[in-house]
């Protein structure tokens, strides 16, 4: 049963920070390929709320995914501003995780908190004593209510907006989207989103290492969303699950799952361009369609 | 509607307007000044600059020089939203529709793109965001049945066929809210049963709304019928050629000699 718990904690968190990815890239088109950052941000900024102020766990997180959705601003304003194309967004983004993994890995402490640098951050509240919940619990709460403001998020006009810049950038602009306050909102959510993840990761852990959200951690999230379907939420969020929970359940395989990564990447381009589930909306409707679907077409 | 007096203040007036595309000028001292509630047509031969102009209107092109006045006001620099929400509106040449949305949804998108709650309401879905949500969709579906679309609500707009959506361009323009209406080529690709439904779909949305009209296009019946109590505009590369009513365009030697000439000889 403890086994079963800790992977539902980690593909609840992984899915967070896929939520996250799904705004982004499955709804408004910008890829990041550093989104572990933006994961490692919440876990540390979380981690510090918690340990060196002693806040509760829902302030704490709510704190570390304010934290990295301004950080996050930061980032996207100089590049939507400068109208720079979606692949060097993705490129500014990679730069972003990498510098702040390194810059992670060579700070000990900032005054009396002690980072660890590489050692990683350690003695931080487990998530089992923050709160009178199972920690499995916890994390399976934030993710269905942050299932369902990002799918009211999604459905509403901001939502709307999001998805027009995706499927045409100018013909949006022409009918009145924000380019820039668009764009910086979804990066926002999808940051906020990612962090929330990374800090009941470290909670989960009670101990975070820079090297957990590496370069890998950021493809994984990717992966999820471009094999989920883009302007989808379920799609996403069932491939979340899957990314993490496969490799544990076969570790046996775990060793070949970027091999079968890289074929699955190819021919879900190849046959599924808008994923598996892409343009598959959250409603009682799916259930159904996937019942359909499945012995159709045969995937997976 | 049909103000033959320049006299009185233009909703939308151009001045010497120019654009130069690295050694080509696109657009040269182009002049336009509309009044409200006209119904203008832009006509000129292929890659005379029509477009072009529409394009520096709505800022997708930045002017070399030139004035864009829209009441007065100074519109250069301002950002294609801003001039969407100041009442400018427009439809492409090549259909740019959100192609998997469904026909309601373009519709729906361009009555809120600035959105009419706050993000907190979003995500909570209070009372408010829902009722302008529910206001925003009786005007969608008001605005489809306008054009005739309303069976074809929830169709996914880049399965309809051409025709249709051109109209839901149309549809998708007004949803703006617009003053004035810039209409890239609404008949192209439309056979002569198509054009005179359209002709009649464009003069009730001008009669009834009191849009400002600018209309590109190339089929002279369009034009003609459309702009018979107003102006038309003739272009030549990227300049005036020619400003006044059907059938002064019509009988004006340089105007047939640069483009009714060669088209007379096709027909």
Redesign the interface.
Known sequence: MGYLQAITILSGCNLLAVMGMAVLTGYTGLFSIGHAGFMALGAYMGGILAKELGWHLVPCLLGAGMFSGIISLGIGYPAFRSRLRGDYFAIATLGFAEALRLLLNNIHSIGKIRLGGAYGYMDLPLLKDMTFLPDWAVVVLVCLIALW?TH??VT??????C??IR??E??????????LRTKL?ALFVSAFLAAIGGALLAFYFGYINPSFFGIQRSSDLLAAVVFGGI?SLIGPTITAILIVAVPQLLLTFAIYRFIVYGLLFVVVMVFRPEGLFG?VQMNSRWITRLWRRNPASGME | MDSQTPSSTPILELRDLTVDFGGVRAVNSFNMAVAPGELVGLIGPNGAGKTTVFNLI?N?YHATSGQILMEGKNLRGL???RL??RGI??T?QNI??????TAY?NV???I??????S?FE????LPR?RR??QE?RARAHQLLETVGLEKFAHARAGSLPYGLQRRLEIA??MA?SPRILLLDEPAAGMNEDECKDLVNLIRQIHESQGYTIIMIEHHMAVVMDLCRRSRIYVMQLGANLATGGPEQIQNDPQVIKAYLGERKNVH
Do not use: W
């Open positions: 403001v009211m998020f509403s006009q901001y939502g709307m907006n998805i027009a499927q045409d100018a013909a949006a602009q022409m009918m009145g989207v924000d380019l909102l302007q343009y | 709505t997708a950002s294609p939203d969407c929400h509106s427009r492409f740019r529709l959100f192609p998997f949305m949804e729906e998108l361009s809120h793109s600035a959105p009419q709650y993000l979003a995500f909570v879905r965001a302008k949500q925003s998708r323009a703006a």
